[in-house]
Every structure is written in C-alpha cells, then in structure tokens.
C-alpha cells in the first residue's frame, strides 16, 4: 500500500471521530507545551546569565577572598579576608598579562544629597574598573588618575542612585555625603540592568579606592581584585600568575593553602547557571511525565479503536490486507494523532512561552531545535504506545474478526 | 482446468479436551464459469467449508489447490495476497466500512494489491460500481444506501480485482425477497459473462437460480447435482415488476422447482418461508 495511501486513511478514520481524537491529543498537546514552555523560560534565563556574565567584563579574572582554618576546621569562603589594596597594586606593577587591575572595596552607606538619602553600596575601585566592566559615564565623567592619586573626594553615582536622589537629571556638579564627608558629583554611569539574581546593578556608587580606604571609615578590606587580560587565550596562564603573585605577598609557604581563590568568567558563568539548569532539568522532567500520561491515553485509545473496529480489519483482512497492513494502517494512526498533537503543542508552548514572557517579564526563548524536539518525541510516543494496539490488531484471526458484532 | 479442487478436506475443531470435526473428508471441484450452491442447515460444515475454500481457514487434512495454486503451502501473506488476487467476497451483512463512501469501499482491495502495477484505483472501483447499476451512487455512504445497494457495493468490492472466484456466503440473507432476486438476476447475468460463483445458502429458493446444487451435513457432502430446471432471476423479476396485490393474489402458491419456460411468480409473501 502506497504510503500517501496510508496517511489518507488514517486521517479519514481520525476525523470520523473528532472529538475523540481531540481529547486523545490533549495529553500530548499539554505536554509537548509544557516543555516548549520550560526550555523556552530555562533557556531565556540561562541567556540572560550569560549576558550578565559578559556585562560584568571581557577576559576577566577575579581573585576573591579565601577560607581560613582555625585548627583543621575549614572556615568558608571569605570568613578571613586577607586581600588588600596591596596585593591589587603588585598584581597591577608585577603582572604580565594584564590589561587592567582593579580593587573593589565594598560597603554599604547612607548618601545623602539632592532630594534626600538612599541606602546603597559603595564601591571603592582604581581607574581601571571601569575599563574592566566596561562601564561608562552617560553624563558627566568618570575619575581620573589624578582623583585616584590625590585620593579626591568626587564620586560616579549608579543610574538608580542618581535618579532616587536627582530626579532631574541634574547631579553632575552637585554634592552628596557619604558618612558624613562631602562628595562631589563627577558623574552619573551608564544603566546596567540586573544581575542575574535580581539585584540591581545600579544601585551603586564608586569613589577612587584611596579616598575610600583614607577618607571613610570602615574601608579596610577588599572585597575582590578585578583584572582583565589582553586576550582571552591568557587567561589561563594569568590565573596562575595571579596565584603566585598573591601567594608571594601573603607570603605563603609551600605548604600552606590558598587564602584567596582565583576564578575567570566561564567559572562565574558555570556556577550561576548551575542552579537554572537543575530547574531546567526539574521541569522537563515533569513535562515528559505528562508526555507518557499522553502516550498512555493514546495507547488507551487505540486499544478500544482496536476492539470497535475488529469487524473492519476483518474486511480488510479477508479482501487482502496483511498482517503488516492492519499493523501499519494503526500504528500511522497513532502516529498521525500524536504528531498533530504535538504540532497543536507546539504552537501553544510557542504562544504560552511568550504570553507568560510578555506577562511576567522574564525573557524566553524558543530555541528552533525545540521544534525537532517536540515533534520527533510525539512522534516517538505515537510509535510507542500504538505499536501494542497495532500489533493486537495485525494479530486477529480474520474468520473471528468478521463474525465480531 | 478446475478453479476449485480439494481432496478428503477434513477439519476439526478442539475446544478444551473435546474435538469437534466440522469437516470429515470432503471432495469437491469447480469448474471455471460455474455457478454453484452450497446448501446446508446451521452445524452442517457449510460454514467451515466456506471458510476453507475463502482461504480464510486452513484444513486439517486434505488437499486444497485454488486456481492451480496448492494453498495448504502459503503462509499467512501468501493467503492475504491469493484472497486479494484470486477471491472475491460478498457477506451477508454486506460488511462495508461504516461512514466511508461506496467508492472508497470498492477501491478497498486494489489498495491492497501487491502486484506493482500502477493502476486508477478510483476509476476502476467508478467503473465496478456502474456494472453492479450503482454510477450515480458512487459518494454515498453506506447508511445513505438501501440494503439492496448496499450488497451491490459490497459485489463491486468482489468483482474489482477480477477474481477467479466470487464466494457469497447467505448473501440474501439480509434482504426482502424482492431484493434478493434482483441479486440473484444480478450474480447470473455475472455468470453469463463467464464468472464462476459459489453461494452459500440455506434457502431453496435461492439455490434454484444456481447450476449445481451442494448439500452438505454433518461434515460431508450429501448430494451433489445439477439443477434439472434452472430458474432465471430476470424473468422472476419481470413478473414481480407489475404485481397489482390482487393479481398476485390470484397466482397458486408456487412449488420450489418452477419449470423454466413458464415464468410462474411468487406469492406476494414469496421467500422462503
């Protein structure tokens, strides 16, 4: 039998019962959404993450605080700080392979100017921060060398910061106090959005490090060194060279272990999207639960289609049909249903993904392989669940099909 | 050359620690352009034997050879195919695919046909079914035809692949007695142009339009003949034609063998009783 032939009479004996054949499909079509749906917000969020990752630098290396030991008793990352402005400035005189080396001191103050106060983070950083991050002034400019050098009290406000406390946009030139000493307003920086995590990058401020560290109070410890390298094939050897640089100012023995730890983008990159994608995984796996509850309505089906219509395949049998026929007529049948099915879910995961998208906020993505996807596993649930129906149909005596009532 | 030889077929049937024969050592042989009744009351073997010669079921014993083909050799496909290529079918209750139009019913086998000649199967299945008088029928669903068309469909869907052999089993067997001689006329004026035709039947009546008559029971062949005087279902027909009650009423009850040359009409109530 021809295969057009095939697919012909498999539509025409689905259509003869739509209704059934619809909600035979509505496991499927629930299905193939679903997971359309969550590849769609996992993959949009992973995207974003990796644009976060990109927005914080190119080529970044970032050296990090290590954990302390008290008596073998490991401490935790960060719970003894030893990284000082120091260590930032041998990395910056010694370092071979960096482009640009900053430290990020960091605390939490009120400032206070303009149209009030605002609670928010301050950064204390080198110059070439903000080549590092790739962060520019949108009005005003940002320091230079000589407010880092004569550790001048002028400030860059963060977006939300500068709109919290100059609504009109007129904070270049203006003063704010943070602790009580005076700032001046060198300029406002570009908008950077959130992190991947929600926190807002912009709810920020950033003084030269040495004003922060002489003029602040409670400015000692840094927080993390930022560097980058000239390309992205040194970063490998420039974490090594950064580990033995900081080993040597903290002058560790041989034996001792890193108070610090070092890590590049990819490694930042790796660990945020570590949580997303065991969400990722979470909800295709509860999507492909509704895949088989599909499967199995459709297996379902096809048994009781098998036992309505013994009297047809017996017709068909005793006018010539084989075996392999009737098995191929039910299973294209079965095939026929699910495909449609996951087509109909395809199209409502595309839309409930943007829908939900447009609703929430949260980025999607329907990645064009989703496509592949969904209709090769309805396909593939088709040939299945439908394969023991069929077989069950191929496999009856044609003298009992016929005298079936 | 024979369409249908079998030798000694026997056939028995287990059910749990009992065999049952159905078939205890028949031999039967057609001849191409026959048409031929097999009569028997219900239990007889008629049944079984059907089944045998449709290649729908396999003998015990014997020998069965179909069109010079030995069937007890084949394989499940094999017999799929040979009942495709060589037999046609017509049932008693029609048996066409519910809500599918005559048309498709009767292309029904030539989908099935493995031969790999490329052939119209809708314009073979339109021209089946303008023989059986069914041209302007061709998109209706069975439910939309009358029993009488319904069995015409169902012999178109016989006759499309040319078979060797038509096998009717009781195809009268649904219809009012008008109905079936007009069946009946049909199947001779098919035999006429040369198709050989074996009905199953318990109806006498039914069995007169045939040339041989088979009587089978108890699982073997009891008579078997030629019909002295065979009836012809057009000219029954002619005289059911213009039956005004009362005129019909006039006419004697017939007996079962009419004699062929004066066309005596059934009683209004005519078939078998």
């Known amino acids: 039998m021809k295969r057009s032939t095939l697919v012909r009479i498999a539509v025409q004996s689905i259509l003869k019962n739509k209704m059934r054949t619809l909600l035979t499909m509505l496991g499927i079509v629930i ?18 993450i990796e644009e976060q990752i990109n ?41 071979t392979l960096f482009a640009a080396v900053s430290p990020v001191i960091v605390s939490r103050a009120q400032v206070i100017g303009g149209q009030g106060n605002w609670r928010t983070m301050i950064n204390g950083v080198s110059t070439e921060y903000f080549s590092i991050r790739d962060w520019q002034a949108a009005d005003g400019s940002l320091f230079s060398e000589a407010d880092l050098r004569g550790m001048r009290k002028v400030v860059l406000l963060g977006h939300t910061v500068a709109a919290s406390l100059f609504p009109d946009g007129d904070a270049v030139g203006q003063q704010v106090q943070i602790r009580s000493v005076p700032f001046k307003v060198a300029g406002v920086l570009s908008a950077k959005g959130q992190t991947a995590s929600g ?37 490998a050897a420039a974490q090594e060279e950064v580990r033995s640089l900081i080993r040597e100012s903290h002058r560790l023995g041989d034996d001792d272990d890193d108070d610090f730890t070092v890590r590049n983008q990819s490694d930042l990159a790796e660990a945020a999207s570590g949580t997303t994608r065991v969400m990722s995984w979470l909800l295709a796996a509860i999507a492909s639960i ?41 299973l294209v049948e079965s095939v026929v249903i699910s495909v449609l099915g996951g087509l109909i879910g395809l199209a409502l995961g595309f839309g409930g993904a943007a829908l939900l998208g447009h609703i ?3 980025s999607t993505e329907t990645p064009p392989q989703a496509v592949l996807i969904a209709v090769g596993f309805s396909a593939a649930v088709g040939v299945f669940f439908g394969f023991y129906p069929a077989r069950q149909a191929a496999s009856l005596d044609p003298i009992q099909a016929l005298r079936y009532e | 050359m024979s369409v249908i030889r079998i030798d000694n077929v026997t056939k028995v049937y287990r059910s749990g620690q009992n065999e049952v024969p159905a078939l205890r050592g028949v031999n039967l042989a057609v001849d191409a352009g026959e048409m031929l009744a097999i009569m028997g009351a219900s239990g007889s073997g008629k049944s079984t034997l059907m089944n045998i010669l449709g290649c729908l079921d396999m003998p015990t014993s014997g020998e069965y050879h179909l069109d010079g083909v030995h069937v007890n050799e084949l394989s499940r496909n094999q017999l799929a195919d040979l009942r495709n290529q060589k037999l046609g079918f017509v049932f ?38 303008e023989h059986v008088g069914l041209g302007n029928r061709l998109d209706h669903v069975p439910s939309e035809l009358s029993g009488g068309q319904q069995q015409r469909v169902a012999i178109a869907r ?28 049909l199947f001779q004026e098919l035999n006429d142009r040369g198709i050989t035709i074996l009905i199953v039947t318990h109806e006498a009546d039914i069995s007169a339009y045939c040339r041989r008559i088979v009587e089978v029971r108890d699982g073997l062949i009891l008579r078997d003949e030629p019909v002295a005087s065979r009836r012809r279902a057009a000219r029954d027909l002619e005289t059911l034609a213009a039956p005004p009650p009362v005129a019909a009423a006039a006419h004697a009850p017939t007996p079962h063998a009419p004699t062929p040359h004066a066309p005596t009409p059934h009683a209004p109530a005519q078939g078998p009783a």
């Not at chain 1, 299905?31 to 969550?38: E, H, N, R």
């Open chain 1, 31 to 48: 299905g193939v959404a679903a997971v359309i749906v969550m590849v769609a917000v996992g993959q949009g969020a992973q995207s974003r």
């Open chain 1, 55 to 95: 927005n914080l630098g190119t080529n970044l290396v970032v050296v990090t605080p290590g954990s302390s030991q008290a008596g073998g008793v490991s401490q935790g990352a960060g719970t003894f700080n030893r990284l000082t402005v120091e260590d930032a400035e041998k990395l910056e005189r010694e370092g």
């Open chain 1, 199 to 235: 926190s807002d990058q912009d709810d920020v401020v950033v003084v030269p490090y040495t004003t922060a560290r002489s003029r602040l109070s409670g400015f000692a410890r840094v927080q993390m060194i930022l560097a980058s390298t000239y390309s992205p094939a040194d970063i």
């Open chain 1, 290 to 330: 509704s895949l088989l509850v599909g499967g199995i309505g459709i297996m379902n089906i096809m048994l009781v289609s098998v036992t309505e219509r013994t009297r047809e395949i017996g017709i068909r049998m005793a006018i010539g049909a084989r075996g392999a026929d009737v098995l191929t007529q039910f």
């Open chain 1, 360 to 362: 929430t906020g949260w």
């Open chain 2, 92 to 129: 008693q209750g029609f048996n066409l695919l519910a809500r599918t139009s005559a048309l498709e019913n009767v292309e029904l086998p030539l989908l099935y046909d493995r031969s790999g000649r490329q052939l119209d199967t809708r314009a073979l299945a339109a021209q089946a079914l």
């Open chain 2, 158 to 185: 016989a006759l499309v692949m040319h078979p060797r052999l038509l096998l009717a089993d009781e195809p009268t067997g649904n219809l009012d007695s008008r109905t079936s001689v007009e069946i009946m006329a």
